[in-house]
């Protein structure tokens, strides 16, 4: 198709092309941040990672993604060799490296690091961890309301690969974003086992029915923070919000229908599966909450 966009597209930017990047202490140029071929993140998706944005000055519910990074890194028993202060400083160093203030994004990766030979046992990874920083100038430009398709990919149970953790390891939801695009949509919208509407392949989602803002119930989808704020923000202004299990025939009738994420805030939803959501269109408690939360994180 040939007008494909992504919840994660952006102006381009030519600064970017000279970037430096946080490599494990020492920041370099973009052509020469590089990791082991060897490192297991690379080898076996073995790491976590955090997507921050800068608005004015302030990376946006820092401490929250703080906590949700240390929090995954003892779930995996993975040392980050850093305090919380370390993390943040690298983090402000980078920012400072590059001369950015405001409209930035930064992916913040740990893996285990370089392993002594090629194989899976975490007892392999012995030089300490592998800890990145992607700083990029950049404004979320999404043209049109994004299209989802129904896939047939589930985000699964807690005892499989927790939904929760936001891990290296995400073949799952490529998979799913690659039938999404297969079927004529930008993203994928994803169900649990059970059946039920969760998220897509890179969001969080919500729908709008009659006034009332309904998204999962968590169970089965990350515990996205730009997700909670917005569920914060309805709780906070009077906006009915229910977190519950509801079906693709819910779905469908919806008066309109948004994602939520670190990158683009709240992204609206057109259509799903071809068939039209409200009128295509941004909705109104979609556009009150996007003017809800630019005051939160610009406040």
Known sequence: MTDHVTTHQAEEDARNESVLIWVNGQLKPRAQAMVSVFDSGFMLGDGVWEGLRLYDGRWSFLDEHMDRLFEAAKAIDLDIGMDRHGVISALLETQEANGMVTDAHARLMVTR??????????????????VVIIMEHSQPKIPRPIRLATVPHLRGLPMTQDPKLNSHSKLNCILACIAAEKAGADEALML????????????????????????????????????QKVIDLCRANAIPVFERNFSLVDTYGADEAFLTGTFGAQTPVGS???????????GPITKRLRALYKDLVTS
């Open 113 to 130: 690091g370089v392993k002594s030979r090629p194989f899976q046992h975490p007892s392999l990874s012995r030089q300490g961890p592998t």
């Open 272 to 282: 799903i599966d071809g068939r039209a959501i409200g009128d295509g269109q941004m």
């Open 192 to 227: 649990d086992v059970h059946g039920f509407v969760n998220t897509t392949n890179a969001c969080n989602f919500f729908i709008v029915r009659k006034g009332a803002v309904w998204t999962s119930t968590g169970d089965y989808c990350m515990n996205g923070i730009t997700r």
